[in-house]
């Protein structure tokens, strides 16, 4: 027994020392990363000193006294807080990603190699102006001093990781290139319609009838949901109506639009947008505010993702006329939301169609155009596999576009004798570069319009506002000019005259100065009335949020930064007010219906009502729109809002018969089947109290870390992820927290950011962003800011030099 009980003692002694240990290293792997935020630095090439200050949540504001200064800095900070975010996003946009993760990543990069972002980012930089490459230049030498004294777990835990499946990795050197691939990233999710286009013709394809199709895509309603810029007025000119599509193999389309999806996966784990979403920002001018000077507000739409998207950082260089706070990308130089001294500015996606696809006549590495055979311009790629062999492909493009169809010899084969190319304007180069460093030094509108001019891709509504009390809208982008159709459906490439023609002059473009009524509100929706003479989309989201936006701004008397602030949290559904008078119509009655009257459709987080009526209006999509099948389901968003509040005005519409079931259902047969499906699920999720029931044990959201966060492998996830957390709000709602009807409840899309800057004293603005500033994941700053903007509260923003420095944290020297 003595015996046993010795070997029993060191056996726990023995235990407890590899636990110790293990806690040790374990402690020392996910701590070694971290950024240093105090303490003087060396950083090679400065030529003086540049001084950062810290504040509370990790957010830094940088002086210099040179640009080239300043950009080497912010690169620097750049990769000690986000580095494995900003070689993860070079690897999605260079096509390369089959050399972190292996094998299974192969048919994404064939798409993206494809597609070429890289090639045309290259040509970017070549036409890129002397200053914007220098300044490119400057930080990619600051990325690659930090890399110099960080390799693998060093610089990030991610690579730890990575190291147990793909042990031979090594970190390149930063490129500047690197920073504008990034920028076909965010155009590609901004890219418009295209995935519109992709399923109305799989539609048609699968045997739908065009006018049911077109049922599902409806008239923006313009007289209920007011445009950005109203154009009074009537359209006369037929000139952009939408012609007849040619008929586009089943098989051929579905694979498109499968290979396409891969690609929209991959940039979703970047934290960019997802379908079905978009983004708030308004400005208001001081006759309608408490301070009498301007207030801009500004929160983009985009996929959750851990660390978040965005970079707070402030960057000042007054000596050099570069003096601007917000919001930046890491791996991508300036400030990309945010204000200087003189001008503040927003985006939401002005989502015009940029976008075409042409079905493509060949024969060989032929392809027909007006009855002449043409060749086809082709290259060779070559992809790196870790863990595996080199692949080559070769891609083919016509004069529209690369081929999408050449990405698997089984979509060729799918296609016979058509395959699919891609016109966008993305792979055009331009001088988006440009005018981000542009727009960071305006002073006024007229310099601030002549560097949104520059903006080309992607397209954006901006909002404006200026110190001396101006507000402003412009409309910037590279916007096609068709030479025959709408860009709705595919067009037969083999026919010039669907050709784009030239691009709508940026003097036409909509653009507004201090207008009368004393604001702008921009939510993806459309951009004018019809009577516009000029074609930017048919596809625009349908106005509840921008209406719901607009009517709170004109009913709450004088604005303050407080009063925006509850805009931007506001929960309202505006669907829900078509369809709960419909479901209370319903004959019948129970604890659940009783829920919804005098509801006034407000949805936060511990709503019973919110959450019977989701539930309700998740089954009423899968009841309502069965014909669409698992390719297409309807996923709830703003564009069903409009759809089903036209079927409820039209109660002997076909789509309200269930073609699963051998009755012939009605409006009410199908309204009351939604409920109960609703109030069966609740119960047996929720409980069986309804009054108990609450809208964020449903609607919750997790915090999933780009890459590793969906590996499968608990252990790994804890150490990324974080969640999941009940939130309010809904999709088609200002407090966008969107989520897929069929799919389940979990968030899909979030306000990224919430911002108001506040023009009679910068110093008083607000921020705030998903997460926090900080990509390592035990660093405090990783998810600290996720609490307020959980419940709608922010963070100040500040801008005087000598509250900054009241208030810094830390204050640290980057030294020659």
């Given at each position: 027994m003595r015996k046993l009980r010795r070997v029993l003692l060191w056996s726990l002694v023995a235990l407890l020392v590899l636990v110790l240990a293990g806690a040790g290293y374990g402690t020392w792997t996910v701590r070694r990363p971290l950024a240093e935020r105090t303490g003087d630095l060396k950083l090679a090439g400065l030529s003086a000193p540049v001084t950062v200050r810290w504040d509370a949540h990790?957010?830094?504001?940088?002086?210099a006294t040179t640009p080239g200064d300043l950009f080497r800095a912010q690169g620097y900070l750049h990769a000690s807080e986000r580095f494995w975010e900003m070689d993860f996003r070079r690897h999605v946009t260079a096509g390369r990603l089959s050399e972190l993760f292996g094998a299974g990543q192969l048919d994404t990069d064939k798409y993206l190699r494809t597609m070429g972002w890289r090639r045309v980012a290259e040509a970017e930089y070549a036409a890129a102006t002397p200053e914007t490459r220098t300044y490119l230049d400057a930080y990619a030498a600051g990325v690659n001093a930090w890399l110099a004294d960080h390799d693998g777990g060093a610089a990030s835990l991610e690579y730890s990781v990575l190291g147990l499946q793909n042990g031979d990795y090594e970190i390149e050197k930063w490129n500047p290139v690197d920073s504008l691939a990034w920028l076909k990233a965010m155009a590609w999710d901004l890219r418009g319609n295209m995935d519109d286009e992709l399923t109305r013709a799989q539609l048609l394809a699968d045997g739908m009838d065009r006018a049911r199709v077109e049922e599902l895509y409806p008239t923006y309603p313009e007289t209920r949901h007011t445009p950005i810029v109203p154009t009074p007025g009537t359209v006369a000119d037929g000139k952009y109506a939408s012609v007849a599509p040619?008929?586009?193999?089943?098989?051929?389309?579905?694979?498109?639009?499968?290979?396409?999806?891969?690609?929209?996966?991959?940039?979703?784990?970047?934290?960019?947008?997802?379908?079905?979403?978009?983004?708030?920002?308004?400005?208001?001018?001081?006759?309608?505010?408490?301070?009498?000077?301007?207030?801009?507000?500004?929160?983009?739409?985009?996929?959750?993702?851990?660390?978040?998207?965005?970079?707070?950082?402030?960057?000042?260089?007054?000596?050099?006329?570069?003096?601007?706070?917000?919001?930046?990308?890491?791996?991508?130089p300036g400030v990309v939301i945010g204000h200087n001294a003189r001008i503040a500015w927003g985006f939401t996606n002005l989502d015009p169609d940029v976008t075409d696809l042409y079905l493509e006549k060949l024969d060989g590495d032929r392809y027909q155009v007006d009855g002449a055979w043409l060749d086809l311009d082709k290259r060779t790629e070559v992809l790196q596999v870790a863990g595996g062999e080199p692949v080559t492909i070769t891609v083919r493009s016509t004069k529209h576009g690369p081929l999408m169809s050449d990405t698997s010899k089984e979509l060729a084969k799918a296609g016979g004798q058509y395959g699919m190319a891609l016109r966008w304007t993305a792979l055009d180069p331009g001088h988006t570069i440009d005018a981000v460093f542009a727009i960071n030094r305006a002073g006024d509108w007229d310099s601030f319009r002549a560097a949104a001019a520059k903006f080309e891709v992607p397209s954006q509504n901006i909002v404006y506002a200026d110190v001396d009390g101006n507000i402003g809208y412009q409309a910037p982008g590279r916007v096609p000019v068709r030479g025959k159709g709408d860009g709705r459906y595919p067009a037969p490439g083999w026919e010039s005259d669907y050709d784009w023609k030239s691009y709508i002059p940026f003097a036409e473009l909509p653009n507004e100065y201090n207008p009368e009524r004393g604001?702008?509100?921009t939510a993806n929706q459309a951009v004018v009335g019809a009577a516009y003479?000029?074609?930017?989309?048919?596809?625009?989201?349908?106005?509840?949020?921008?209406?719901?936006i607009t009517d709170l701004l004109l009913g709450s008397g004088k604005l303050d930064a407080a009063a925006i602030g509850r805009i931007q949290f506001d929960n309202r559904n505006g669907g829900a007010a078509a369809l709960v008078p419909a479901l209370l119509a319903v004959p019948g009655s129970g604890p659940a219906r009783d829920l919804l009257k005098g509801w006034d459709y407000q949805q936060p987080a511990d709503s019973a009502p919110a959450a019977f009526y989701n539930a309700t209006w998740r089954a009423l999509m899968a009841r309502l729109f069965d014909e669409l099948g698992k390719d297409h389901p309807a996923n709830g968003g703003e564009r069903f809002f409009e759809v089903t509040r036209n079927l409820l005005a039209d109660p002997a519409s076909t789509w309200w018969d269930d073609r699963r079931t051998p009755k012939v259902e009605t409006q009410q047969d199908i309204l009351a089947a939604a409920m109960a499906d609703a109030e069966r699920e609740l119960r047996s999720?929720?409980?069986?109290?309804?009054?108990?029931?609450?809208?964020?044990?449903?609607?919750?959201?997790?915090?999933?870390?780009?890459?590793?966060?969906?590996?499968?492998?608990?252990?790994?996830?804890?150490?990324?992820?974080?969640?999941?957390?009940?939130v309010a709000g809904g999709g088609g709602i200002v407090n966008a927290n969107g989520w897929d009807a069929s799919e389940g409840y979990e968030v899909t899309a979030v306000p990224s950011m919430r911002m108001i800057v506040d023009m009679s004293d910068?110093?008083?603005?607000?921020?705030?962003?998903?997460?926090?500033?900080?990509?390592h994941a035990f660093d405090e700053h990783y998810d600290d800011q996720f609490p307020l903007w959980q419940v709608g509260k922010d963070l100040p923003m500040r801008w005087a030099e000598a509250t900054i420095r009241k208030e810094a944290a830390s204050t640290q020297v980057l030294r020659p």
């Open positions: 990790g957010i830094p504001q940088v002086y040619p008929v586009v193999p089943g098989s051929l389309v579905r694979g498109v639009a499968e290979g396409i999806e891969k690609v929209a996966a991959a940039t979703r784990a970047t934290g960019l947008g997802v379908d079905g979403i978009g983004s708030n920002s308004w400005v208001v001018a001081g006759a309608r505010t408490t301070t009498g000077k301007p207030f801009l507000a500004n929160d983009p739409h985009l996929s959750p993702s851990m660390p978040g998207i965005w970079y707070q950082m402030g960057l000042h260089c007054s000596s050099c006329g570069i003096d601007v706070a917000g919001f930046t990308f890491s791996g991508v604001y702008v509100v003479p000029r074609l930017l989309t048919r596809d625009w989201a349908f106005g509840y949020r921008s209406q719901r999720r929720l409980g069986s109290d309804p009054k108990k029931w609450q809208w964020g044990d449903l609607h919750t959201l997790t915090l999933t870390n780009q890459t590793f966060g969906k590996s499968g492998i608990g252990p790994v996830e804890w150490l990324f992820n974080r969640g999941p957390f009940p910068l110093d008083a603005s607000r921020w705030i962003q998903l997460t926090g500033n900080s990509g």
